[in-house]
């Protein structure tokens, strides 16, 4: 379980370090003055999600990822799915808080799903006391104390319910155990003694280059396991740390896109100095994708306003275009419910300013810009 840093091949690593740092440095600052930025951050929410279900060895459709994510599934969702929301709604929450915050105490403990044990634990012990007072109620009215300590319970699911599904925290990856938990979690693996182990090695690494604390960062991640399941979520801790450092200050930066253009021999190769050459290659491929995909949406912005231009003051056309331009793919539900009209006003909408048809279907048809 110990990572050493120990003596690094810098000779070997300068200048794909210098490489992947300029690579993310101009795709910031690209974006930092973008007019299409907002879009091309919900894109890459979008993008790095299924790419890091790709990388752990599972296929999600861009497509059923959209429409899961607003409600509006077509098929009922898939295990994998399910994760690749997971990814989407923590890659949201880390964006949208302070850089500093995904690798503080408090926001390891959020992002690993500790908080919602935490947050449980005094509604137990309020409703305990309400099953109390239930029994030693001397008015006689134990069924409705009774009752109103089951309400408080089911409220408290609800509640913890609702923040999973708002992005506000995550299920708890380790759960106490029970007979049929165990042939799935190991209750000797010590989370809390790897995670202060990987921190270690962080901290270690201050005085390193945004970009190779980064890849040493994800490296002692996977090779401490600090987590039995979800350990996707150590590449985001390593694009947090491009984030914190200020190397990518306007956006996270989407490192599973990157890496899938890396062969996993390599990536997940028995020599080190192979490993971080990989990692490194994929955060240089990150940003250069990046910066191709900003430049294939502003063209497409451009030709998309060129088509409103002398429309009414009214119109809503240029809404759809900032809708269209986040989103992988549109449907006429998600536009009418974007834009709060009908859904053949949508299908309309979105007729008329010329979104490419992606589905060929009559009963669900979807658009995007691709």
């Not at 509604?123 to 109103?148: T, W």
């Amino acid at each position: 379980m110990p990572y050493s840093i120990g003596k690094l091949p810098l000779h070997d690593l300068l200048l794909p370090v210098t490489r992947a740092s300029e690579a993310i440095a101009r795709l910031d600052e690209c974006l930092a003055h973008s007019p299409i930025r907002d879009g091309w951050i919900e894109r890459a929410h979008f993008a790095d999600a299924a790419g890091c279900l790709w990388l752990d060895g599972e296929l999600v459709n861009l497509e059923d990822l959209v429409l899961h994510d607003v409600h509006m599934d077509v098929r009922a969702p898939t295990h994998e799915l399910v994760i690749a929301h997971a990814v989407l709604r923590t890659r949201r929450q880390i964006a949208a808080r302070e850089p500093a915050w995904a690798l503080s105490s408090s926001g390891l403990a959020e992002l690993r799903g500790r908080r919602s044990e935490e947050m449980s634990a005094p509604e137990q012990k309020d409703v305990s006391g309400l099953k109390r007072a239930a029994v030693q109620s001397p008015e006689g009215n134990d069924i409705v104390d009774a009752l109103d300590a089951e309400l408080a319970a089911i409220d408290a699911v609800i509640a913890r319910s609702q923040a999973v599904l708002d992005g506000a925290a995550r299920p708890s990856s380790h759960p106490k155990a029970t007979s049929s938990e165990d042939l799935i979690y190991d209750q000797d693996w010590d989370e809390d003694e790897r995670l202060a182990a990987w921190r270690r090695v962080v901290a270690e690494t201050e005085r390193l280059p945004a970009v190779l604390r980064a890849v040493l960062a994800l490296d002692a991640w996977n090779e401490i396991e600090v987590v039995q399941h979800d350990s996707w979520i150590g590449r985001l801790f390593a694009a947090a740390i491009l984030r914190e450092s200020g190397l990518a200050r306007a956006h996270l930066p989407a490192i599973n896109v990157g890496l899938r253009a890396v062969r996993f021999e390599r990536r997940r190769s028995r020599d080190r100095k192979t490993r971080l050459l990989a990692l490194l290659e994929g955060i240089e491929r990150t940003g250069l994708a990046g910066l191709g995909e900003h430049e294939r949406l502003d063209n497409a912005r451009r030709s998309l306003e060129r088509k409103v231009v002398g429309r009414r003051s009214n119109s809503k056309l240029p809404q759809l275009i900032d809708f269209v331009l986040s989103r992988p793919m549109v449907s006429a539900g998600m536009i009418a419910k974007q834009l709060k009209v009908t859904q053949q006003g949508a299908v309309v909408l979105a007729e008329e300013l010329g979104l490419r048809e992606m589905t060929g279907r009559g009963r669900f048809r979807a658009w995007g810009v691709i």
